[in-house]
């Protein structure tokens, strides 16, 4: 069997997410750094990988794959991990979760559009900063109130963490990082705060692999 490698970056959202779904499933895998501040993700052997230009990138199976929530999702069919519901309401309210994370909040607040605000800002930090806790916040709130929701168990959807929680947990790292305020968002809280206690979070955390 091929070698699982993960090329991603310690701090990236969209790499956290994968590395708690290997985790989870207890696979072995090598995680080989790719730098963004240092633009690796720019450099010819990467772009091979990645024509984007962007982390993660997993090799696994004798392919290689990008885009983390797509890589969630095949690791989920290909290793029955249970990381969506088997009814197709279920995985729906898991991908609608996981999406307003990964495709509104993250991709927004990500390395490229933050680094071309800073240039064309008059004030970079400050305006990175404004645009961090605005949107950051705006997009957790609003997820707040997603999880009201008969749904909503111990984890994002029931009582098992999946894609979902695999998203949430990188994105209130991120508020943390960016001093946005979500004391009053008590479900985000708590399912984040359940979330970490669990080995495959922890190990996956930033602090536990840069």
Known sequence: MSETVLFDYWRSSASYRVRIALNMLGEEFRSV?????????????????????LV????????????SLAIIEYLNETRAAGFLPSDPVGRQRVRQLSY??????HAVCNTGVVVELMRVATDGEAARDAWMQKFIG??????ERLLEHPSTGQFCHGD???????????????????????SGLPRVLDIAG?????????????????
């Not at 359940?194 to 840069?210: S, T």
């Open 33 to 53: 750094s790719v730098d963004l501040l240092a633009k690796d993700q720019k450099s010819a052997g990467h772009l091979a990988r990645n024509p984007q230009g």
């Open 160 to 182: 098992t963490p999946a894609m979902a929680d695999f998203c949430l947990v990188p994105q209130v790292y991120n508020a943390r990082r960016w001093d946005v305020d979500i």
């Open 138 to 143: 705006d997009g957790l709130a609003a997820f």
């Open 56 to 67: 993660p990138v997993l090799e696994v199976d004798g392919h290689a794959f990008t885009q």
């Open 100 to 105: 307003a994370i990964a495709m509104e909040i």
């Open 194 to 210: 359940r979330c970490e206690q669990l080995d495959a979070f922890a190990k996956a955390h930033p602090d536990r692999v840069k």
